[in-house]
């Protein structure tokens, strides 16, 4: 994997939200990794980058090991030039379930898998986490 370049230390954004109680342990992992220079054996790791001018933010987007994935989307503050912080983990997926979690009280969402067979249907389940489902009363 190639090691991402920063221009500053302070345009990176880190998990720091401890709304949930995974949120420490995820902020753990993530520097866990950084110290290991992005580079760990067996992850993937997709990072973004957004904002435009000198209000230029990157952050970890994706984790990906061989039976889990961490989605980083999820809203933990604002940040100059009227950007949200989106590096807290949004989404946790295992094999056969996924917590979604939101940043506007609406969540969070629990997907179990139910069916008989894993291996063909995977891929099915975690398309879930990707759209949202309509809140309760929501038109």
């Known amino acids: 994997m190639k090691t991402p370049v920063f221009k500053h230390a302070t345009d990176f954004l880190y998990p720091t939200s401890t709304r949930y109680p995974f949120d420490v342990i995820i902020s753990k992992i ?7 220079n ?9 990072f973004d980058t957004y904002g435009k001018g000198e209000a230029k933010y990157q952050m970890v987007r994706d984790i990906n090991g061989t039976d889990f ?5 999820r809203k933990q503050g604002n940040l100059e030039g009227g950007w949200n912080n989106i590096a807290a ?3 946790i997926s295992i094999p056969k379930e996924i917590l979604t979690v939101y940043c506007d009280e609406s969540g969070p969402s629990y997907y179990l898998y139910v069916g008989k067979d894993w291996e063909a249907d995977k891929g099915q389940l975690k398309r879930l986490a990707v759209f949202r489902p309509p809140r309760v009363g929501a038109q």
């Open 30 to 36: 993530v520097k866990a990794i950084e110290a290991r």
């Open 38 to 46: 992005w580079n760990v054996d067996g992850l993937e790791l997709k």
């Open 69 to 73: 994935k961490l989605h980083f989307s």
């Open 89 to 91: 983990a949004s989404t």
